[in-house]
């Protein structure tokens, strides 16, 4: 059974930062794609970033490329968002995802999700 806890949310003011953190209880979790998606009301669940098994590889939808890192401890199976300059729009809930073997954009291809953590910032 995977499970996938994430913490770290909370409020902070518009151009602050916030650290995420995704506690993931998978078998071999250096094996599987890793990645953020955030969900605002009345919308679709959106890609933020996803990164490879290695960690060398990673990818960011355009809103969050430069502002926000994606890492990973395969020894510790911890997925990281570090989150700066953030903006109201920025406002979701964040899920962390995982996937047995690549990362990649879409949320279709993601098998496993945590709950979710509330961000919010306010201008």
């Known amino acids: 059974q995977v499970h996938l806890v994430e913490s770290g949310g909370g409020l902070v003011q518009s151009g602050g930062s916030l650290s995420l953190s995704c506690a993931a209880s998978i078998r071999r979790a250096g094996s599987y794609g890793m990645a953020w998606f955030r969900q605002s009301p009345g919308k679709e669940r959106e890609f933020v970033a996803a990164?490879?098994?290695?960690?060398?590889?990673?990818y960011y939808a355009p809103s969050a490329k430069g502002r926000f890192t994606i890492s990973r401890d395969n020894d510790k199976n911890m997925v990281f968002l570090k989150m700066n300059e953030l903006k109201p729009e920025d406002t979701a809930v964040y899920y962390c995802?995982?996937?047995?073997?690549?990362?990649?954009?879409?949320?279709?291809?993601?098998?496993?999700w945590g709950q979710g953590t509330q961000v919010t910032v306010s201008s």
């Open positions: 990164i490879r098994w290695s960690g060398f590889t990673t």
């Open positions: 995802a995982a996937q047995d073997g690549g990362a990649t954009i879409n949320a279709a291809d993601y098998e496993y």
